[in-house]
Each structure stands twice: as C-alpha cells, then as structure tokens.
C-alpha cells in the first residue's frame, strides 16, 4: 500500500482540490494574499502525509511530519475563517469545508496517537 491508498490523503487531496475551485472566485487583490495561502496550507497537508508515510519506519519521524500536516490542516481553517469573514465564502461552504477539515485532523491525530500500526 502507498500514500495514496491512505483514506486521510483521498480526504485531504479532495479537500484541497475543493479549496482551490473555490478560490477561483476570490476577488483578483487576494491573489498573492488569501488565496495563494489557503491553497498552499490545504496542500500541504496532502504533501506532507506523503512525506510522512515512507518515514513510517522511524515513528518520532513519522509523527512529526503528521504533525506538520495538521499543523497546515489548522491553518488551512484558519483561511476559511478569514474567507467566511471576508465574505468570500458563504456560510454552508465555510461548514461543509470547516468539517471536512475537522475530520482529516481527527484522522491524523488518531495516526499520531498510533504510528506503530503503519510500520
């Protein structure tokens, strides 16, 4: 099994994917502001699930890349709530992502919590 047989990544990926659709109605000024940042932190919490399943090895490895992923997970929610804010979002979009974000977290906290089942 690869990274990308992981159902966080699939969740991660969809969600990043989704983010960046998204974005592409923001208004032009956030270009190299908010939208260039959500779309980064959304993917790189796919990027680093990848870089953290070939460290599965090396558990302190493993978690600490994990952790990174849900460190920009974290900030990826944090973008939205500057979106909702800012109006660029509407509401049921913000809790559709907002939730979608809550679950990839719960998933990497339950692979930081167990890094020796990925051995």
Not at 22 to 48: G, L, W
């Amino acid at each position: 099994m690869g990274f990308r047989q992981l159902i966080v990544y699939q969740k991660a990926l969809s969600l990043a994917m989704e983010v960046f659709d998204i974005t592409k109605s923001f208004p032009a000024e956030e270009k190299y502001s908010m939208t260039d940042q959500i779309r980064r932190s959304s993917r790189s919490v796919c990027a680093n699930i990848g870089e953290a399943y070939r460290k599965r090895k090396y558990p302190k490895h493993f978690v600490s890349k994990l952790s990174d992923s849900d460190s920009e997970n974290t900030e990826t929610q944090v973008w939205l709530d500057f979106a909702l804010e800012c109006k660029y979002i509407n509401l049921e979009t913000y809790n559709s992502l907002n939730s979608r974000c809550e679950e990839v977290g719960r998933i990497l906290n339950y692979l930081m919590n167990n890094p020796g089942k990925f051995q």
